[in-house]
């Protein structure tokens, strides 16, 4: 079965950050979180300029006409419409007042809306471990609720996303994630498929800081031709490209001891007769036994000559590694008795051609 990351509306060493609750409200019950939610989230509906339908997904109030959801949710779209989770009346999308493709969240204002809005986490203040809930239409399936964890707040550079364990599925995209007072603080992005509850969200205040810049309206039509360079967290649902970029000759790292360390190099090859830059993608590692288990980014700056290659190196955790393949003693000793020496797959997402 072929791994894949999609939209859900999929990074050097994504590491687990813990970090301190800064409110103290009150803790609600999984019902009364669902009952007060429910009438603030969107199910929306995207075309494009043939009126043909793009994207389905989710969203939620913000404000009383004023909808947060995924950038890719309406990207290259021209018109659409929101309606309120169980009610029937469709609520026209007059436009757009803010946009952060490079987070991948958007800001829509809604024609003849009033629906109460949701409070918005404004710093990230969540733990590996405390209880979310994911509320959104998956597959178009109205007013879905969910529950999980946080199971690791993943770092990029100044970035961070959110791995879940609440499921979310292709419709769940721009929905709002819970926490236990419910308060959102995160909204639903991606998912890995075959993963094992492998599900994220952008974390909520990149909406309250997109709040504050809040734009002029603009007509939808204004993206149904824009081209936006999104990097890795508006990319990480798209197919990769199929040629131009590949990596190669990638090699794993052990110590003196004959210990994976987590460490390994690789190469990006240049395919094409043109230099290339900005390389975006992920490396995917699957365990011995055939199962995506972890991956980690790449985010080349740099330019690489036609037809030449850049070596570069990574780190993952060594239990990661210690999955992915046995040991070099392992295998001198068991010869072909030793486990498989699992996959490693490249995606490369996206590049730039041209050094300018």
Not at 140 to 156: K, M, P, Q, Y
Not at 158 to 179: C, E, F, R, W
Not at 330 to 348: H, L, M
Request: proline content about 6%; aromatic content about 8%; glycine content about 10%.
């Amino acid at each position: 079965m072929t791994f894949k990351v999609v939209f859900v509306i999929a990074v050097p060493l994504l590491c687990a950050t813990i970090l301190v609750h800064i409110d103290a409200k009150p803790e609600k019950t999984a019902a009364e979180i669902a009952r007060t939610t429910f009438p603030s989230v969107v199910l929306i509906a995207m075309e494009d300029v043939r009126g043909q339908p793009i994207s389905l997904a989710s969203g939620f109030f913000v404000d009383k006409d004023i909808v947060a959801t995924n950038f890719h949710v309406i990207y290259q779209a021209a018109a659409g419409y929101a309606k309120v989770v169980g009610q029937a009346a469709k609520l026209n999308i007059k436009g757009i007042v803010g946009v952060d493709a490079l987070h991948d969240i958007a800001l829509l204002q809604l024609e003849g809306s009033s629906a109460p809005a949701l409070a918005v986490a404004s710093k990230l203040s969540v733990n590996v471990g405390d209880a979310v809930f994911a509320i959104g239409n998956p597959r178009g399936l109205e007013g879905t609720f969910s529950a999980g964890i946080i199971s690791s707040v993943r770092e990029f550079g100044p970035d961070h996303i959110l791995q879940i364990t609440a499921p979310i599925s292709p419709g769940s995209s721009g929905g709002p994630v819970m926490d236990k007072t419910g308060t959102v603080v995160g909204v639903s992005v991606a998912s890995i498929v075959n993963g094992q509850n492998l599900n994220f969200a952008i974390p909520a205040d990149y909406v309250a800081t997109l709040q504050k810049e809040k734009t002029e309206l603009r007509p939808l039509k204004a993206l149904s031709q824009a081209k936006v360079h999104t990097t890795l967290l508006g990319r990480l649902g798209n197919q990769p490209r199929q040629s131009g970029v590949a990596g190669t000759n990638f090699i794993r790292l052990f110590d003196e001891n004959r210990m994976w360390t987590g460490g390994f190099t690789y190469s990006l090859e240049n395919q094409l007769h043109e230099p290339v830059k900005d390389v975006v993608g992920i490396i995917v590692f699957y365990s011995s036994k055939g199962e995506p288990i972890d991956f980690v980014a790449i985010e080349y700056k740099g330019v690489i000559p036609p037809g030449l290659a850049k070596r570069l190196s990574g780190d993952v955790d060594f239990s990661v590694m210690a999955l992915n393949c046995p040991g070099p003693d392992e295998i001198a000793q068991k010869g072909k008795n030793s486990r498989p020496v699992g996959k490693v797959e490249f995606r490369i997402f996206d590049f730039s051609v041209g050094t300018e």
